[in-house]
């Protein structure tokens, strides 16, 4: 068995819906633990204080703004070569919580960034590629919006997420050229971690793995709405046509 | 119960506050949507009797 | 030199029309009727390689088929000549020009901006465009729009003289353009049907428990 | 190809001219930009370059969308695409095109507008390369934005938001080229990213734009 | 009436949003600015109210050819000259909605963007005024400019360059009352020319631009 | 109810029709003829109000005249019923829209976008916006353009049924439309003829010398 059975809408449909309940209560459990541990049960930092604790909201949501554009591209490749219709719709409803987690990393950074640096908003090269990252997702979501026939709509922000991919790469690189900023480097990696004590590592390997399954549960929903969607409207066209 | 955030309550209260609008705000919407289209296409395949269409 | 076979179209993702196949040799003409809506113009775009077929095949060989769509693809500020001209190069044919404003009488015209051109003589002027491309199979969408009587018979000479020399011709239309031999191909008899009725599944036909 | 690169001219020209016309739209965004912000020197010279590279892409953002705006509305898109022309040939062509009625008066004016804004001496050989060097990528570009939105009611707004984030980056090593110029430091890694981009794009992006046209006269 | 204003609303939100969009550009200039200009905080306060306004001012300008373009080229323009309609109205209800769709979001999220732009704390207020009062000129003068250029193809440069000449009253006094606000200064002055254009403009400035509108239809 | 009295009209600044006269009352239907490029397009607009004509009066009483171009002034993006809607709150005749869909056959199009209409589809949206004016006067540019007969047929329906009730209608065309009654004018002897042959001056027509 192949795994792009998974791409026929009717399998996608059956599978999804035996998956779903699941995803959902991980998800729940996962964040609701995560977010508990660390709003409640974590220690100041000397160096952050208190608001160390946005930690736990900053850091998964900025890695899953990252990720969902990186799954975005893969599935709108799949579709681009694969044709597999639920391919395209995946992306198209993964776009909107990766704009949301943009936002909430934009969000709590800027708030965080209020006490820490003593600025909402500062035109560090972290921060500014977020800020394109998020102009990108909003290109992308008004690009489906605007189109009416769904193919047409998949493949030109098929495209437009390669063409993108291309160039959000390159202004990260442009925009640490240009500015060197106060952001933290990336001192969380999976293998080592010297700057943070496990204190603040497990709660926030816990968020981060509920942030996954929120996105995936997410994504599940909107994909499955997505293909409704396109059923209903097949529907209503062959209605009209008879 | 609230644990004491010191001088930085507001921050990290707003920031987990403005977090949880958003995610509740994402998941409503996306279960709203599935409802209401899932209504939509019974309704339709009721109509049309395309049920294994 | 234009073949067809069992050809499905669609538009805005549904089938409007299925096993259509007809053939074309030199000489011929293939006029497709059909009420409004029933695909015609789909058709044709289809066949001009505008659009992917949903299923079947068109033979042709490449670089014969000049599309004439409602759309006369004028530019307003551009003078009848000019607009020619420009054509004929994208064709390679500058040559045609001179003969395609005498044919089509707009050579009183030709120094006027396309934009003050009356809505008749305008589809003069893209018949004319036609004429320039020098491409032996014409597939053209409602030709004769808007054209007093006297047009319509310069369009009938021109395609005559098309056919006459080894041409061919597919168009559709509502009205009857006088022509001196011409099949035709109804289009109703081959209106898509619904995938529970033996038409194409689409990629969402599936029903979802 | 060449027919079709001077009819574009032609019709620019004829037009009311989209050559004039970007040009003295950049000279309003930069004699706007005095006014809003204030007349001291010091601060204008300091911005000059990043409000001339600005002021340049959106002049030529303005006139993006009639790259085949027209085209499309006339029908004359689809005679080119069923005519003996590949599109990346058109898309080629109409960027060029763009670029020689949009870009270059820029380029070549850009020296003057510098003098409005107090633009340092030694930026203007800078002013003019980097603008000379970058603007090709914002035609191109541009004319694969357009080729996304062609066919669609209003979208010249959507195409901006489409378009603008892909311009970053040449805007960023654009302007900073000219800072860099100015106040003499190391311009060579600038220079280099800035002809990289605009080689590549100029090279892969219009295939990109053909297919993106040919989906949407689908 | 309404009906028109729905209507046009209706188009603004269906065509993929008039509205976002807008307010989407309005984001990108205020990005791009700091890009040219380099991210020191001080020169980027200073120049703030001003590249505001000028990013509101473009954004307007970027959305104004959509006023009658697509109704003219529809025929739809032709068909509401012989309604019952005068056409005054039509031009006033085009304006508004217009400003519905631009202006109004501007002057909502203007103060996120003057974050970006690290705009002194006491400015804000002064911000969403200067913008408040400022905007609605700028929509009926864009009208203004519309209906001279109706019917030309390729419109789009020249619009801007007849409407830019007359938004500069409103592009001074409203950035300079922002100034003025930020550094503690008199602000009555700019405040009420700038209400004073905005009045005198709403009031008039439709008349010519109907009459514009019927020369253009002739 | 309208009445053309030696009416001359110009486009380009140039002098094409002179000493149209003739009267419409109600239940009457006028049918302009001529070849393409006489200036039917341009009397019509002159008499829609969209022109000041160059000599002559056009005389009627206000607000009775609807006209219907060649383009139909349809949004694409709206359904079409929302574009009716628009069109009868525009005329204040909100009550029609319902009629004017199921007498051009529209009610099973009823909520598609117009752009996703065929050509024939559009233009019955086109004469249905006439249905929901509610005016008594159509002045109509080549109304049956694109149209199949089933179409045509439903057009001609229409129009005897708003002469029936009172209305009257001038319509420019090259095709015949199978109508009870109609008058016919042929506007060839019409043509404006130069000032020295005794046409009207035009501005600069004054020697200079
Ligand atoms: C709008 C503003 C901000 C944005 C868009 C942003 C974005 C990011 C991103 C993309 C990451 C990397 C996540 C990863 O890949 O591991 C990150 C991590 C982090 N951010 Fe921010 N940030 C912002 C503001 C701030 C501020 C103001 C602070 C604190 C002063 C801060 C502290 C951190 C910390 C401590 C990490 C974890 C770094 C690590 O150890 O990897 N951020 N942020
Ligand atoms: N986006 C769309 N979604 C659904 N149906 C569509 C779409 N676009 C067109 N159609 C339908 O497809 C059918 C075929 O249209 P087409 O233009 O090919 O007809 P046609 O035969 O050329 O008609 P006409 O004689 O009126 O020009 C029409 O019924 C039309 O309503
Ligand atoms: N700007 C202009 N300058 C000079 N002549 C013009 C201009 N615009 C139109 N004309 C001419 O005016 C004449 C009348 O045009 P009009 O559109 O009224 O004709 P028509 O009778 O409607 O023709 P058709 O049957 O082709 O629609 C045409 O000969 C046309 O070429
Ligand atoms: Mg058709
Ligand atoms: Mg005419």
Same mark, same amino acid.
């Given at each position: 068995m192949s795994i792009w059975e998974y791409a026929n809408p009717k399998k996608f449909m059956q599978t999804s819906a035996w998956a779903l309940p699941w995803v959902t209560g +991980? $998800? $729940?459990?996962? +964040?609701? $633990?995560? +977010?508990?541990?660390?709003?409640?049960?974590?220690p100041e930092a000397a160096n952050f204080g208190t608001t160390v604790k946005i930690i736990y909201i900053h850091v998964p949501s900025a890695m899953m703004a990252i990720n969902i554009w990186v799954m975005m591209l893969v599935t709108s490749l799949i579709w681009l070569i694969r044709r597999h219709h639920v391919s395209a719709l995946a992306a198209k409803a993964a776009a909107p919580v990766g704009l949301v987690m943009t936002l909430i990393a934009l969000f709590t950074g800027a708030i965080w960034g209020q006490p820490m640096w003593g600025t909402w908003w500062e035109w560090d090269p972290r921060l500014t590629s977020f800020l394109i990252l998020g102009l990108f997702y909003l290109g992308y979501i008004a690009l489906w919006q605007a189109i009416d026939n769904p193919d047409t709509a998949a493949d030109l922000t098929g495209v437009l997420c390669l063409v993108g991919s291309v160039f959000a790469l390159l202004s990260r690189y442009a925009v640490n050229f240009w500015n060197q900023g106060l952001h933290q480097g990336a001192s969380l990696s999976v293998d080592k971690q010297e700057n943070v004590s496990d204190v603040y590592w497990y709660p926030l390997l816990l968020c981060i793995t509920g942030f996954i399954l929120l996105f995936i549960m997410l994504v599940l929903t909107r994909t499955r709405t997505e293909v409704r969607l396109r059923r209903l409207k097949a529907l209503e066209a062959r209605e009209r046509l008879a | 119960m609230i644990p004491e955030l010191g001088k930085y309550a507001v921050s990290v209260m707003s920031a987990y506050g403005v977090t949880l609008v958003l995610l509740v705000g994402i998941v409503a919407q996306s279960l709203w949507r599935a409802a209401r289209v899932r209504r939509a296409l019974d309704a339709q395949e009721q109509r049309t009797g395309a049920r294994n269409g | 030199m234009l073949a067809i076979e069992s050809l499905a179209v669609a538009r805005g993702g549904v089938a409007i029309l299925e096993g259509v196949s007809f053939a074309l040799s030199a000489g011929q003409a293939l006029v497709l009727r059909g009420p409004n809506g029933c695909g015609k113009t789909t058709l044709l775009r289809t066949i001009a390689g505008l659009q992917p077929p949903l299923a079947g095949r068109i033979v042709a060989p490449g670089d014969v088929i000049a599309y004439g769509a409602h759309a006369d693809g004028l530019k307003a500020t551009l003078s009848v000549v000019e607009n020619l001209h420009f054509w004929a190069a994208v064709y390679g044919q500058p040559a045609r020009v001179a003969t395609a404003l005498a044919e089509m009488n707009l050579a009183a015209l030709a120094h006027r901006a396309a934009m003050s051109l009356s809505a008749g003589q305008k589809r003069r002027l893209g018949l004319a465009r036609l004429l320039v491309t020098g491409r032996p199979v014409w597939v053209l969408d409602e030709p004769t729009i808007s054209l007093?009587?006297?047009?319509?018979?310069?369009f009938a000479n021109a395609l005559r003289a098309h056919l006459g020399t080894g041409g061919a011709a597919l168009i559709a239309t509502h009205i009857d353009i006088g022509l001196v031999a011409t099949a035709t191909?109804?289009?109703t008899a081959h209106k898509a049907r619904a995938p529970q009725d033996g038409g194409a599944a689409g990629g969402f036909d599936e029903a979802f428990a | 190809m060449i027919a079709l690169l001077a009819r574009d001219l032609r019709l620019a020209v004829r037009a009311g001219g989209g050559f004039g016309l970007s040009l003295a739209f950049f000279l309003i965004v930069t004699v706007l930009v005095p006014f809003g912000v204030g007349p001291e020197g010091g601060t204008l010279a300091r911005i000059a370059p990043g409000i001339l590279w600005v002021g340049a892409l959106l002049a030529c953002l303005l006139s993006l969308d009639r790259i085949y705006a027209l085209d499309f509305e006339d029908g004359s898109l689809d005679l080119l695409a069923t005519a003996p022309i590949p599109m990346e040939a058109v898309v080629s062509v109409k960027a060029l095109a763009h670029w020689l009625t949009t870009g270059l008066p820029l380029v070549l004016a850009a020296p003057v507008f510098g003098v409005l804004l107090h633009l340092p001496g030694p930026a203007f050989v800078w002013l003019v390369l980097s603008l000379g060097v970058g603007t090709p990528a914002l035609s191109v570009l541009g004319a694969f934005g357009a080729a996304l939105t062609v066919g669609l009611k209003r979208g010249g707004l959507l195409l901006s938001l489409l378009?603008? !984030?892909?311009?970053? !980056?040449?805007?960023?090593?654009?302007?900073?080229?000219?800072a860099r110029g100015a106040s003499g430091g190391a311009t060579t890694t600038p220079l280099l990213m800035l002809a990289g981009i605009t080689a590549a794009t100029v090279a892969l992006v219009p295939f990109a734009a053909a297919a993106a046209i040919r989906v949407n006269l689908r």
């Open positions: +991980l $998800a $729940a459990i996962t +964040l609701v $633990a995560g +977010l508990v541990w660390g709003f409640f049960f974590t | - | 007093d009587a006297a047009s319509v018979e310069l191909l109804d289009l | 378009v603008l !984030p892909l311009y970053m !980056p040449t805007l960023i090593f654009g302007a900073e080229l000219i």
